[in-house]
């Protein structure tokens, strides 16, 4: 349900991803398939499990 919001709402958008503790990753949502959200920073890939994830908004 998660991936299918991110998907609907967040694809190709730089969005602040927040899964606890003091990191919140950055980034342009690249994909999100197999339960996993794919972040592009400068190039560089991130990719995050989608259970983890406590908050998302977008920059």
Known sequence: MMQSFIVEHYLNKDV?????????????????ADNVLTLNSEGKLTHIAIDKI?????Q
């Open 54 to 58: 406590i908050a998302i908004w977008g």
């Open 16 to 32: 602040d991803v927040y899964c606890g503790g003091p990191d919140v990753f950055k980034g342009n949502v690249e994909a999100c």
